[in-house]
């Protein structure tokens, strides 16, 4: 198909002109393209016009635009009736409601009216592109074009293959993605794409470990954004997001996939969204919050005074050892160098993926005394400790007031394999190899699209590789020993590269 992303009088078609479809429409026209914009709704494409109008003027104000760049970017905006007035288009973009019948309504009557050579394309985020394809009689010209809500904002792009559709559709939309100064990265259809699936390990992981009884949401939202760097908790992330729009999108993506245990929603996250306790939206959801909007956050308390005596690091792990043995020199600690610890030491463990009573037992210290301390990730802004559930209290006290002595907060939880941080940086990684191994998309484009897509701190191959894949192994390894659940089976591509010590970015031929 002799199709020219590049020529100067490309016509894009945008139809439904809510948050997403005016965005499209926005960078597009700022883009240099043709944009026709059309809403069943009277008046909403005007509106969104005025909209976009308004975007751009202040875009002009920040110096992102020149005042001629949005004159010229507005005069490329078109309101047109109605599906007849796309006949024009070289690319159609569907923005409408996230309904299976509806689009492929749409899509079936659209095919008749443009050229044959006209791209259609939707931007579902949770619907099977080849599924909306399947009525169409030309399905081979069809395929996803998936913006992030804000678009204007967001600059990642997904270009999703239907099962049916021809190279040069994907490849036309790179280009012209690229030309709406967007990142786009090409995929094959699959439940979820790429950022909606690697997105629920942070979140659905964060859901069963809080529904465990391992740590408080704030706790948890704590330790990932002074522990994992992230942006914001996964807590905090839904209620931004609202369960409204998160759980469905879970239970979506978990039956597409046939009950994959990896994906399994948590009931937790189900209960709160059938009593409509939803998020900031709702003024409840994880957190409560005050008349400003602003959530209610427990404070964290303040850590004890106590301190102990002598204290013994398991050489077990020998990484951890030397990581927490380092950091206990420098704030003071009174060590013990034996080869066990003495009757009244406070024990210190360092596991990769086991939990404090697995590491008593094993190595056959006193639970009473023992105390895990995660040293996987940096240690400098926030420390996460846990206990048996027979750890003494003055012991989990001690080891919690010498571990905030030189001002670091710590964060103690309960018995868990993998800690908090450990457990869902563990499944980002493991679904973000999962999507490699099936060929989805390749390994740099599955983390450029999680860092952009989700502002992550790395993609899920770049954070393997940081933490060791060999480490991230373990973490899953463990946590499916102890468990018992599949869903925490690592998968055959971080094995097989944690086996032979290479990078989790290395390709097959």
């Not at 690319?91 to 299976?100: D, G, K």
């Not at 908790?233 to 597409?256: C, K, N, R, W």
């Not at 792990?317 to 066990?340: D, N």
């Amino acid at each position: 198909m002799a199709f020219d992303a590049s020529r100067p009088d490309l016509i894009v078609g945008v139809i439904g002109t809510g948050a997403m479809g005016r965005g499209i429409a926005q960078v597009a026209a700022a883009g240099g393209l043709q944009v026709m914009m059309s809403d069943s709704r009277p008046g909403a494409a005007q509106e969104a016009r005025n909209f976009i109008e308004k975007m751009l003027a202040r875009a002009a104000e920040k110096g992102v635009m020149t005042r001629d760049e949005v004159v010229g970017a507005v005069s490329r905006l078109q309101i047109v009736g109605g599906l007849a007035d796309m006949k024009p288009c070289h690319l159609v973009v569907e923005a409408i409601v996230e309904n299976l019948e509806a689009k492929q309504q749409l899509f079936a009557e659209l095919e008749g009216i443009v050229s044959p050579d006209c791209i259609l394309a939707t931007n579902t985020s949770s619907l099977s592109v080849t599924t909306i394809a399947a009525r169409l009689k030309t399905p081979q010209r069809f395929a996803g074009f998936h913006f992030f809500n804000p678009v204007p904002l967001m600059k990642l792009v997904e270009v999703i293959e239907g099962l049916r559709s021809d190279d040069w559709v994907a490849e036309a939309l790179m280009v012209i993605g690229r030309r709406m100064t967007r990142e786009p990265v090409r995929l094959k259809d699959a439940p979820g794409f790429l950022v909606n699936q690697v997105g629920r390990g942070f979140t659905l992981e964060a859901a069963h470990l809080a529904y465990e009884g391992v740590a408080a949401f704030a706790d948890v939202d704590r330790v990932m954004r002074d522990v994992g760097g992230f942006r914001m908790g996964p807590f905090e992330l839904m209620e931004l997001t609202g369960l409204d729009v998160t759980q469905p999108a879970s239970e979506l993506i978990y039956h597409q996939f046939f009950q994959e245990p990896r994906y399994r929603p948590n009931f937790i996250m189900r209960s709160r969204y059938e009593a409509g306790v939803l998020g900031r939206k709702t003024r409840r959801g994880f957190y409560d919050y005050d008349a400003e909007m602003k959530a209610i956050v427990p404070p964290e308390p303040a850590a004890p005074a106590a301190y102990p005596g002598n204290v013994w690091v398991s050489p077990a792990e020998s990484r951890g050892h030397a990581v927490l043995s380092e950091l206990l020199r420098k704030i003071g600690a009174q060590m013990e160098t034996g080869s066990r610890p003495s009757t009244n030491a406070l024990i210190l463990v360092t596991p990769i993926g086991d939990d404090a009573t697995t590491c008593a037992v094993e190595q056959e210290l006193d639970p009473k005394r023992t105390v895990a301390v995660d040293t996987m990730f940096p240690m400098a802004k926030r420390r996460t400790i846990m206990t048996t559930p027979v750890t003494n209290p003055v012991y989990r006290q001690a080891a919690h007031g010498l571990l905030a002595s030189d001002g670091v907060p710590v964060t103690v939880c309960r018995d868990s394999p993998g800690f908090i941080a450990q457990r869902i940086v563990a499944m980002i990684v493991n679904i973000g190899c999962s999507i490699a191994q099936c060929r989805t998309a390749q390994p740099a484009d599955i983390d450029k699209a999680v860092t952009l897509g989700l502002n992550y701190p790395h993609g899920p191959f770049r954070f393997g590789d940081v933490l060791g894949p060999d480490r991230v192994f373990k973490v899953l390894g463990a946590m499916y020993r102890i468990y018992g659940d599949p869903r925490y089976r690592p998968n055959i591509w971080l094995t097989r590269r944690a086996r032979l010590g290479v990078s989790l970015l290395t390709p097959e031929p």
